[in-house]
Structure formats: structure tokens, C-alpha cells
């Protein structure tokens, strides 16, 4: 009974650990969401710049014009000009890797706290008056970006921290034992607000994710689909990529399936796209084209690089099925993007050139030249 509890404490302890760090999922399945992560925080962010940048303008001229204090002008100018800088950063793409966008969504969080600071202690109106704008805002934190606990809640602590010391700065007696305690139990509610939905934020994403993959994956070989490998290919043609389109085709693999069956045909297949995934890069679009055919797009890679390449492949297809009952081989055709970026076109010069090597005899690659 006793090593119960202290498993049990163990994997409570895991799972909190988890929580905190990971959003309740595994690191694996965290690491592959962040790409998705930044960007729905980005689009946040930048949503949010606009808002606070009209609102920042419109209470700016209206304390200048006196129509609202003059005292709180310097907080409404502040909150206007730290918009305009977030949104141009935001909108002209400058956050491309993950520190930077943690980084400057820290940055923009806090300039729109530091304006609630400003604006519920220095510059207020009223040292008498109960401070609103900056408790509100440590409310609706949690619900502007989606973070871990890990950061997001010694940063709301710190910034209630702060507030605490300025209350006692320039707020009178009267006032800060109330407003503290506000900021206090606010602070708190957003913690439990962050811990409750940054977890269920995180798993619609690894959810839509997960479907994405579903809908662009193999699911014998775990490669790419034909459909989703075609629309990534074009896309990087369209951006002007250059590199070298294959197509790969088992030979006499309905033999095989004749022999032996379709699951040891399945199980070919299964080996084979692991072969190609040995032998392409991170960067590479590989693809079941349908039946016993693949296609392969080796962005930025030139003829010289591309046989190095096949070279391992066709060595690594020798090795597989070197002790099997049978010995697979394969074709393929291989067409570069010096004649043409257009992905029909490029298709049948690799088609034409898997022709050629299946007419000489099979088991090894042409590089073909469109005219």
C-alpha cells in the first residue's frame, strides 16, 4: 500500500509537471504545435496592436483636447505609440524564429500592462480613486496570448507585484488596501484562468494538427499524399525554388503482389518508404504517388547532389531486400528546374526519364533534359 501512494504522488507530480511545462501534453507532441502556437499568437497580437493603436489615438486627442483629464494624456500616448511599434514589427514579418516571437509577445503584453500601471497610479486623475484599467487588463491576459504556466505566471505576478509597490507610491491610504487586494485576487483568477485554458488550447491544437496529418499522410507508408506533396511543391515553385523532381517505381511489383500476396506487398511498400525516408532530407517533399509509385522533390539540389543521393537509395533498396524472398528493385526518373517551374511540366520530364530507365533495363535512375 505504501509504494502505491508514493506512485501515485509520483505520477501526480508527473502529470503537474507536465501541466506546467508542456500544457498537459507530451514534449514531443508540444514541440510540433509550436509552429502553430506562434502563429495564432502572432495573429492575436497583431489584431491586438490595431485595437489598442485606434484606442490609444482616440483618448490621446480627447485629453489633449480636455475633454478627458490632461493628467493621463502621457498613459494614452504611451499606449498609442507602443502600438504603432508592435504593429509595423508584427506586419512586416519580422519574428521569424520562436525566441523572437515569445520575446517581443512578452514585450507587447507588457507595454499594454505598463499603460494599466501608469494609468490606475501616476497618472491618475484621482489618488482617491479605485485603480480598474490595470486589473482588468491582468484579466483578459491570458485570453490575448496562449503560453505555458511556466512563463506566463511569474510574469502576471511580477506585474501584479509592481502595481502593488506603485499603489503605495502614489495612491493615497484610503485606497490601496482595497485596490490591492483587487489586484491580488485578480492576479490569481488569471493564473487559474491561464492554467485551465492553455491546456485546452493546446490540445485543439495537437487535435487539428493530428487531423492534418491524417488528411496529408500516407497511411501505410507514412509518407506525403499525392495531393498535399503536389500543392507543397508548387508552392515552393511559385516562390521560386529551384531543385529536382523523381518518380520512383518498384519494378515487376505486381509479381509480387501475385506471388506472395498484397500484405507481403503492403510490407514491400512499408520498406521501401523507409528507405526514401533515410535518404531525403528534412526539406524534401516525398510522396506516395498511388500503387507502387513515389515522388520526390529535392528543393535547391542540382544534378551533381541528386546522384549522390540515388546512389544511397538504390544502395539502400539492395541491402533491404537483399535475405527477402524476393529481391525488389526499382526505376526512377529524375527531371531538373532549368527548363521549366511549372509542376506539370516538370512531371512529365521525370516521367519521361523513369521511361528511359525502365528501358534500359530497370534497377537504376535517369536524369532527362526537357528541351
Same mark, same amino acid.
Given at each position: 500500500?505504501?509504494?502505491?501512494?508514493?506512485?501515485?504522488?509520483?505520477?501526480?507530480?508527473?502529470?503537474?509537471?507536465?501541466?506546467?511545462?508542456?500544457? /498537459?501534453?507530451?514534449?514531443?507532441? @508540444?514541440?510540433?504545435?509550436?509552429?502553430?502556437?506562434?502563429?495564432?499568437?502572432?495573429?492575436?497580437? $497583431?489584431? %491586438?496592436?490595431?485595437?489598442?493603436?485606434?484606442?490609444?489615438?482616440?483618448?490621446?486627442?480627447?485629453?489633449?483636447?480636455?475633454?478627458? /483629464?490632461?493628467?493621463?494624456?502621457?498613459?494614452?500616448?504611451?499606449?498609442?505609440?507602443?502600438?504603432?511599434?508592435?504593429?509595423?514589427?508584427?506586419?512586416?514579418?519580422?519574428?521569424?524564429?520562436?525566441?523572437?516571437?515569445?520575446?517581443?509577445?512578452?514585450?507587447?503584453?507588457?507595454?499594454?500592462?505598463?499603460? +494599466?500601471?501608469?494609468?490606475?497610479?501616476?497618472?491618475?486623475?484621482?489618488? !482617491? /480613486?479605485?485603480?480598474?484599467?490595470?486589473?482588468?487588463? #491582468?484579466?483578459?491576459?491570458?485570453?490575448?496570448?496562449?503560453?505555458?504556466?511556466?512563463?506566463?505566471?511569474?510574469?502576471?505576478?511580477?506585474?501584479?507585484?509592481?502595481?502593488?509597490?506603485?499603489?503605495?507610491? @502614489? $495612491?493615497?491610504?484610503?485606497?490601496?488596501?482595497?485596490?490591492?487586494?483587487?489586484?491580488?485576487?485578480?492576479? %490569481?483568477?488569471?493564473?487559474?484562468?491561464?492554467?485551465?485554458?492553455?491546456?485546452?488550447?493546446?490540445?485543439?491544437?495537437?487535435?487539428?494538427?493530428?487531423?492534418?496529418?491524417?488528411?496529408?499522410?500516407?497511411? #501505410?507508408?507514412?509518407?506525403?499524399? $499525392?495531393?498535399?506533396?503536389?500543392?507543397?511543391?508548387?508552392?515552393?515553385?511559385?516562390?521560386?525554388?529551384? +531543385?529536382?523532381?523523381?518518380?520512383?517505381?518498384?519494378?515487376?511489383?505486381?509479381?509480387?503482389? !501475385?506471388?506472395? +500476396?498484397?500484405? @507481403?506487398?503492403?510490407?514491400?511498400?512499408?520498406?521501401? &518508404?523507409?528507405?526514401?525516408?533515410?535518404?531525403?532530407?528534412?526539406?524534401?517533399?516525398?510522396?506516395?504517388?498511388?500503387? =507502387?509509385?513515389?515522388?520526390?522533390? @529535392?528543393?535547391?539540389?542540382?544534378?551533381?547532389?541528386?546522384?549522390?543521393? &540515388?546512389?544511397?537509395?538504390?544502395?539502400?533498396?539492395?541491402?533491404?531486400?537483399?535475405?527477402?524472398?524476393?529481391?525488389?528493385?526499382?526505376?526512377?526518373? #529524375?527531371?531538373?528546374?532549368?527548363?521549366?517551374? =511549372?509542376?506539370?511540366?516538370?512531371?512529365?520530364?521525370?516521367?519521361?526519364? %523513369?521511361?528511359?530507365?525502365?528501358?534500359?533495363?530497370?534497377?537504376?535512375?535517369?536524369?532527362?533534359?526537357?528541351?
Amino acid at each position: 500500500m505504501q509504494y502505491t501512494y508514493k506512485l501515485m504522488a509520483l505520477l501526480s507530480f508527473k502529470r503537474l509537471w507536465q501541466h506546467i511545462n508542456y500544457g /498537459s501534453l507530451s514534449k514531443t507532441v @508540444y514541440t510540433e504545435i509550436l509552429p502553430l502556437r506562434i502563429k495564432e499568437n502572432n495573429d492575436m497580437l $497583431k489584431r %491586438l496592436a490595431l485595437i489598442t493603436l485606434v484606442f490609444g489615438c482616440v483618448l490621446t486627442v480627447l485629453a489633449l483636447s480636455g475633454i478627458l /483629464s490632461r493628467s493621463v494624456a502621457p498613459a494614452y500616448l504611451f499606449l498609442f505609440l507602443s502600438s504603432v511599434f508592435f504593429l509595423v514589427l508584427r506586419y512586416r514579418k519580422m519574428l521569424a524564429k520562436p525566441f523572437s516571437c515569445y520575446l517581443t509577445g512578452y514585450a507587447q503584453i507588457f507595454a499594454l500592462l505598463l499603460f +494599466g500601471l501608469l494609468n490606475s497610479t501616476k497618472f491618475s486623475p484621482d489618488p !482617491d /480613486s479605485n485603480g480598474t484599467i490595470f486589473v482588468v487588463l #491582468l484579466l483578459v491576459i491570458p485570453f490575448l496570448m496562449t503560453d505555458i504556466p511556466r512563463r506566463i505566471v511569474p510574469f502576471l505576478l511580477l506585474n501584479t507585484a509592481a502595481y502593488c509597490v506603485l499603489l503605495r507610491i @502614489y $495612491k493615497n491610504e484610503s485606497v490601496i488596501a482595497l485596490d490591492t487586494v483587487n489586484a491580488i485576487f485578480v492576479c %490569481l483568477i488569471s493564473c487559474m484562468c491561464n492554467w485551465l485554458f492553455s491546456a485546452k488550447g493546446f490540445h485543439g491544437m495537437a487535435n487539428s494538427l493530428y487531423i492534418e496529418k491524417e488528411r496529408d499522410t500516407d497511411a #501505410l507508408t507514412g509518407l506525403l499524399t $499525392k495531393q498535399s506533396a503536389r500543392v507543397l511543391t508548387e508552392t515552393r515553385l511559385a516562390h521560386g525554388a529551384t +531543385g529536382m523532381l523523381a518518380i520512383i517505381d518498384l519494378d515487376n511489383f505486381k509479381h509480387v503482389n !501475385d506471388a506472395f +500476396g498484397h500484405l @507481403y506487398g503492403d510490407e514491400v511498400l512499408m520498406k521501401v &518508404a523507409a528507405c526514401i525516408k533515410e535518404n531525403t532530407r528534412r526539406t524534401d517533399i516525398a510522396a506516395r504517388f498511388g500503387g =507502387d509509385e513515389f515522388v520526390i522533390f @529535392y528543393p535547391d539540389m542540382d544534378k551533381d547532389a541528386v546522384r549522390a543521393y &540515388a546512389d544511397n537509395f538504390f544502395d539502400a533498396i539492395n541491402k533491404t531486400f537483399e535475405h527477402e524472398k524476393v529481391h525488389v528493385t526499382c526505376s526512377m526518373g #529524375l527531371q531538373d528546374t532549368d527548363a521549366t517551374r =511549372d509542376y506539370e511540366t516538370l512531371f512529365r520530364g521525370a516521367d519521361a526519364a %523513369l521511361y528511359e530507365s525502365k528501358r534500359s533495363g530497370k534497377n537504376r535512375y535517369y536524369i532527362g533534359g526537357l528541351p
